[in-house]
């Protein structure tokens, strides 16, 4: 892959090995991994369409309501990504499905309704950026160059072309879709930023730095609130993007403001109660998009319980709330049941068999049990002391040289740091930023 390398970092789906701490490994009491399995496997047969790796919004489509199921696709996918990175070093079998699955759904345009020179495009722009994140997940684990070059033309060609400047904030606000008078909001912007910043360290383009941070700008001005809030109703999901597109850009750029923001916003959801209920995320509503929040939440939550960068009490209060829910969600459902046993929009309750189950309800408590058994596996993995750390490179970095967090070397035989671009760079296994 030589310029492609795949990095796998607290940036990103931060390495076990990097993640490992005895004060948070000791609150993990129970193995998820098979737990996760056994969600991931019903969402598969219950609500996918396996000659195309697409998703149903019912089981076997009963309700035939299916036609303009889109954004959903993205984060049903992101399961099996997640699923795909846990077993492919241990169940080859099982991996290698997973990412017959990927491909079903990235040759059929997961389902998109409109087109556009990609397959991608869309006339709601959050659709398209959680879709462009999708691709990018799935290039983050399988290593196919393919799929990130897919989203950052999606990325280049129709979601940012539509972006707007504003000169009270000096930043960038998007459009929700095309109609005429359509504004911005955090569910178009936090994946925006998101995407923008994880293309920034794919591709080392500083544009897509400055694009993150011009979205950012606008949304913390314009759209976030004083306590913690990232729009009003606070809601998981765009708590929870806006999160890790504040962690992303901390990483890049090292600035403590970020890094303060990141736990400000994920901890909102997990513990304020506009976002609970009796402890637990609460429920958001049983249409499609509402059954889906948590699922977009739950992995940038996850992402922030194993950077080590992040403060030790922030992650342990959601490391707690993380386990608590997936707990709760394993203790209501009907195994009975099973392979049709159907997650509920509340994970402190059982599923109502008289009603028709949901797609986006199934794939949130898929995404808990699988982010909680990644979890649980870095938090409890120790470091091999001879492996290289943040990023883990496909090849050997040499000493007294300087790379970026992609990879390239940009000086040999000096750690001379003196005249580079402001960002984050490695040198000598360690990350090193300059300002």
Request: charged share 20%; with cysteine; net charge neutral.
């Amino acid at each position: 892959m030589k310029r492609y390398l795949l990095i796998v970092f607290a940036i990103a789906s931060a390495a076990a090995a990097q993640a490992y701490s005895s004060t948070l490994a000791a609150l993990v009491k129970n193995d998820y991994s098979t737990k996760a399995d056994s969600l991931t496997h019903v969402l598969i047969e219950q609500f996918m369409n396996k000659t195309k790796g697409t998703f149903y919004s019912t089981p076997k489509d009963i309700e035939h309501s299916s036609q303009y199921i889109y954004w959903q696709q993205a984060h049903a996918i992101d399961v099996l990504a997640y699923g795909y990175e846990r077993h492919k070093g241990d169940d080859t079998s099982l991996a290698n499905a997973y990412r017959i699955y990927m491909q079903r759904w990235v040759t059929n345009k997961a389902n998109n309704y409109s087109g556009g020179a990609t397959g991608f495009e869309n006339p709601f722009t959050d659709d398209m950026c959680w879709i462009c994140l999708a691709l990018l997940h799935i290039s983050e684990v399988t290593g196919t160059k393919a799929y990130a070059t897919t989203a950052k033309r999606l990325f280049d060609n129709a979601i940012i072309k539509r972006a707007k400047e504003d000169e009270e904030t000096g930043g960038l606000w998007l459009p929700w879709n095309t109609d005429a008078g359509s504004g911005p909001n955090a569910c178009t912007q936090s994946p925006a930023c998101l995407a923008a910043a994880k293309l920034f360290i794919l591709y080392e383009d500083s544009t897509y730095l400055d694009y993150a941070e011009k979205l950012y700008n606008y949304t913390i001005k314009k759209i976030c609130k004083s306590d913690g809030r990232v729009e009003e109703p606070p809601l998981t999901y765009t708590q929870g993007t806006f999160g890790e597109a504040c962690r992303m850009l901390f990483h890049i750029t090292g600035r403590t403001t970020y890094k303060l923001n990141a736990g400000t916003y994920i901890n909102y959801a997990f513990t304020n109660g506009r976002c609970t209920s009796n402890g637990l995320l609460r429920h958001e509503g049983t249409s499609m998009d509402q059954s889906l929040f948590k699922a977009v939440l739950i992995p940038y939550a996850a992402n922030y319980c194993l950077d080590e960068s992040m403060p030790l009490s922030t992650r342990r209060t959601i490391i707690v709330a993380m386990l608590k829910n997936a707990d709760y969600l394993w203790k209501n459902l009907d195994k009975e049941s099973y392979p049709a046993m159907f997650c509920p929009y509340y994970w402190g309750e059982a599923y109502d068999s008289s009603k028709t189950a949901s797609m986006g309800a199934m794939a949130s408590g898929a995404s808990l049990m699988e982010n909680v058994a990644r979890m649980c596996i870095g938090l409890t993995t120790k470091p091999d002391d001879s492996s290289v750390q943040a990023p883990l490179l496909t090849r050997h970095p040499q000493a007294d040289c300087i790379y970026t967090l992609g990879g390239r070397l940009v000086r040999s035989h000096t750690t001379d740091t003196r005249g580079l671009p402001a960002g984050i760079y490695i040198i000598n296994n360690k990350k090193i930023a300059v300002h």
